[in-house]
Nanobody, 116 residues
Framework: QVQLVETGGGLVQAGGSLRLSCAAS????????MAWYRQAPGKQRELVAA???????NYADSVKDRFAISRDNAKNTVYLQMNSLKPEDTAVYYC??????????WGQGTQVTVSS
């Protein structure tokens, strides 16, 4: 079993920055993909950014050039640096881990609110 714990959400003004962290613990395969998803009220959960254990990244078009995902494999931790935040970035952000066996794990979510 894998546990994911997110930290770093909060309230920020438009144009500001936040950094989210997600620490994974438990039985983690060496090869995995960690990602951040978000869900705004009344909307479906969407992929924000993903990073493989080898360092390959993928971003939603809406956050390219503003957000950066990174990871520390030694700490089993993934980060999301969010810059130039917009009110439309307001959502609950969820950490996700997909392992080598296609198991899918989720964190409890952290609220990010961007005021205009």
């Amino acid at each position: 079993q894998v546990q994911l714990v997110e930290t770093g959400g909060g309230l920020v003004q438009a144009g500001g920055s936040l950094r989210l962290s997600c620490a994974a613990s438990g039985s983690i395969s060496s090869f995995n993909t960690m990602a951040w998803y978000r869900q705004a009220p009344g909307k479906q959960r969407e992929l924000v950014a993903a990073i493989t254990s080898g360092g390959s990244t993928n971003y939603a078009d809406s956050v390219k050039d503003r957000f950066a995902i990174s990871r520390d494999n030694a700490k089993n931790t993934v980060y999301l640096q969010m810059n130039s935040l917009k009110p439309e970035d307001t959502a609950v952000y969820y950490c996700n881990l997909k392992d080598l066996y296609y198991n899918n794990y989720w964190g409890q979510g952290t609220q990010v609110t961007v005021s205009s």
